[in-house]
């Protein structure tokens, strides 16, 4: 068993993506600002009116957490989680893997990677660029 994200109309594009290999960022039609997590509205206009764009799938360690207790079903302790500022500028938790939780370091280079959970369900997992 896997913790699943909550996945609706506004954050649907986020997962379509995930399955075809490729991390989408939510862009308003309107000004071209970029936002995340997903959402129906921009927040720097009035509009709408969201679009998406395809992510380099690069980002920077801004922060991260080491999780050793309690257990997440589907996964293996330590966890580490990051927040990471992607390369187009917006801020994304995502996990780390094939890192050891003693490696990892703010301003460490990551990249996307995707793994298959089930045919519904592909999860994005970043690891040294
Ligand atoms: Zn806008």
Do not use: Q
């Not at 913790?3 to 379509?16: G, I, L, Q, T, Y």
């Not at 997903?38 to 999780?67: E, I, K, N, Q």
């Not at 938790?93 to 370091?105: F, L, N």
Request: glycine share 8%.
């Amino acid at each position: 068993m896997t913790v699943r994200p909550v996945v609706n109309r506004d954050s649907a594009f986020f997962w379509e993506g995930t399955a075809a290999g490729e991390l989408r960022i939510p862009r308003c039609n309107a000004c071209g600002t970029l936002r995340f997590p997903p959402g129906p509205a921009c927040r720097a206009c009035p509009a709408y009116d969201m679009g998406w764009v395809v992510a380099s799938g690069l980002g920077t360690v801004f922060s991260y957490v080491v999780h050793r207790h309690p257990p997440v079903p589907g996964k293996e302790l330590p966890l580490v989680i990051a927040l990471l500022d992607l390369d187009e500028g917006v801020r994304m938790v995502g996990e780390v893997v094939d890192a050891p939780d003693d490696t990892i370091a703010i301003g460490d280079r990551l990249c996307v990677d995707f793994r298959r959970i089930d045919d519904e369900l592909t999860l994005p997992a970043w690891r040294r660029a």
